[in-house]
Antibody, heavy 118, light 108 residues
Framework: QVQLQESGPGLVKPSETLSLTCTVSGGSISSYYWSWIRQPPGKGPEWIGYIYYSGSTNHNPSLKSRVTISVDTSKNQFSLKLSSVTAADTAVYYC????????????WGQGTLVTVSS | QSVLTQPPSVSAAPGQKVTISCSGSSSNIGNNYVSWYQQLPGTAPKLLIYDNNKRPSGIPDRFSGSKSGTSATLGITGLQTGDEADYYCGTWDSSFWVFGGGTKLTVL
């Protein structure tokens, strides 16, 4: 059974960089897309982007160039960096496994709340 | 505003049937597979339907999905109080993933 677990600071100051890591267990990170999704309080989920185990990435154009997603196959982990954060980036951040062609997100982490505040 | 349009809320009595629509366009639903997610309060979304109409292992056959043209529909029969949740559709739009705005299901 594949399991995902997010980790990282729960509080980030405005203008700084949000950094999160997702650890995958119960399966290899090879194959599949590995995605980040966020959900602001009281709102629906927003897809941030994915990384393939080979390192190729794709991300939501609404986040412009603030997003960096990387992968460490030796540790079965992938990471998210979101730069120049503002209060609008306050959300629960989820990592998930995404099937490449059809896109379904079949395994999710439990989520971690990141608050942007000084 | 999401490119996928869902009704904000639906409701029905226990034991009844409900459908939730997800309307898009040729750049998303019209040319891609649709999946549906159930989000119970305080939990992560859970895959309910994938590839338009397939159920992952463990999802009861009370849940069904269909797609026609640029719209998709989630159906739930034999409603239970435990089905009260937010439901989201999702699909690729060009090369980016999009979610619908979500539908809150109330079981009266």
């Amino acid at each position: 059974q594949v399991q995902l677990q997010e980790s990282g600071p729960g509080l980030v100051k405005p203008s700084e960089t949000l950094s999160l890591t997702c650890t995958v267990s119960g399966g290899s990170i090879s194959s599949y897309y590995w995605s980040w999704i966020r959900q602001p309080p009281g709102k629906g989920p927003e897809w941030i982007g994915y990384i393939y185990y080979s390192g190729s990435t794709n991300h939501n154009p609404s986040l412009k160039s603030r997003v960096t997603i990387s992968v460490d196959t030796s540790k079965n982990q992938f990471s998210l960096k979101l730069s120049s954060v503002t209060a609008a980036d306050t959300a629960v951040y989820y990592c998930a496994r995404q099937v490449a062609v059809t896109g379904s997100l079949d395994y999710w982490g439990q989520g971690t709340l990141v608050t942007v505040s000084s | 505003q999401s490119v996928l349009t869902q009704p904000p809320s639906v409701s029905a009595a226990p034991g009844q049937k409900v459908t939730i629509s997800c309307s898009g366009s040729s750049s998303n639903i019209g040319n891609n597979y649709v999946s549906w997610y159930q989000q119970l309060p305080g939990t992560a979304p859970k895959l309910l339907i994938y590839d338009n109409n397939k159920r992952p292992s463990g999802i009861p056959d009370r849940f069904s999905g269909s797609k026609s043209g640029t719209s998709a529909t989630l159906g739930i029969t034999g409603l239970q109080t435990g089905d009260e949740a937010d439901y989201y559709c999702g699909t690729w739009d060009s090369s980016f993933w999009v979610f619908g705005g979500g539908t809150k299901l109330t079981v009266l």
